[in-house]
T-cell receptor, first 118, second 114 residues
Framework: AQTVTQSQPEMSVQEAETVTLSCTYDTSESDYYLFWYKQPPSRQMILVIRQEAYKQQNATENRFSVNFQKAAKSFSLKISDSQLGDAAMYFCAYRSPAGGTSYGKLTFGQGTILTVHP | DADVTQTPRNRITKTGKRIMLECSQTKGHDRMYWYRQDPGLGLRLIYYSFDVKDINKGEISDGYSVSRQAQAKFSLSLESAIPNQTALYFC?????????????FGSGTRLTVV
């Protein structure tokens, strides 16, 4: 079974600075999807960024980018120019490729609480 | 209106009571999921349904049951609630196949069992 590990229960950053959240995963599959979700105090789960494993290029969405290291099974999230509104719980998630009993199911990490200081 | 609606938003119930959490969606997705979120554990899959006639257990299904009443409705029941079922519960949907867009989540139901 796939596992996802976020080793940083809490992180903090100063407003306008850069922070990196770590995520590692374990899988025997070669093709899969990885996601970062943001959960603000409103509880809503918001998709931040996604990465297809077959793509070597790291995904970028505005101030959010990932460092995807397939061989190391690492998928970190970098937030640049941090804003107060970035404060939230962040979840890393893995999704299996087509086929097999795990098809389509998301497996989540434990989450990292990000605090942004003004 | 939200794409995925969960009711109730918050609920306090007593040990031993039966409780149902409801989820409805307007996305037209075939796949629906129930997760629970606990501090330090992330979200864990309880049950999932790929269509109305296809329901499957997730990793933590003990103590829970589900009903897929229609493509748009997927409810989660706790037959006899216990305190360690206190958690935040999420319903989610996805396309068939899921594509690259991950899931669409409801806003969660915070359940407290006293």
């Amino acid at each position: 079974a796939q596992t996802v590990t976020q080793s940083q229960p809490e992180m903090s950053v100063q407003e306008a600075e850069t922070v990196t959240l770590s995520c590692t995963y374990d899988t025997s599959e070669s093709d899969y999807y990885l996601f970062w979700y943001k959960q603000p105090p409103s509880r809503q789960m918001i998709l931040v960024i996604r990465q297809e494993a077959y793509k070597q290029q790291n995904a970028t969405e505005n101030r959010f980018s990932v460092n995807f290291q397939k061989a190391a099974k690492s998928f970190s999230l970098k937030i640049s120019d941090s804003q107060l509104g970035d404060a939230a719980m962040y979840f890393c998630a893995y999704r299996s490729p087509a086929g097999g009993t795990s098809y389509g199911k998301l497996t989540f990490g434990q989450g990292t609480i990000l605090t942004v200081h003004p | 209106d939200a794409d995925v609606t969960q009711t109730p938003r918050n609920r306090i119930t007593k040990t031993g009571k039966r409780i149902m959490l409801e989820c409805s969606q307007t996305k037209g997705h075939d796949r629906m999921y129930w997760y629970r979120q606990d501090p330090g554990l992330g979200l864990r899959l309880i049950y999932y349904s790929f269509d109305v006639k296809d329901i499957n257990k997730g990793e933590i299904s003990d103590g829970y049951s589900v009903s897929r009443q229609a493509q748009a409705k997927f409810s989660l029941s706790l037959e006899s609630a216990i305190p360690n079922q206190t958690a935040l519960y999420f319903c989610a949907t996805s396309e068939q196949p899921p594509g690259t867009h991950g899931y669409t989540f409801g806003s969660g139901t915070r359940l407290t069992v006293v």
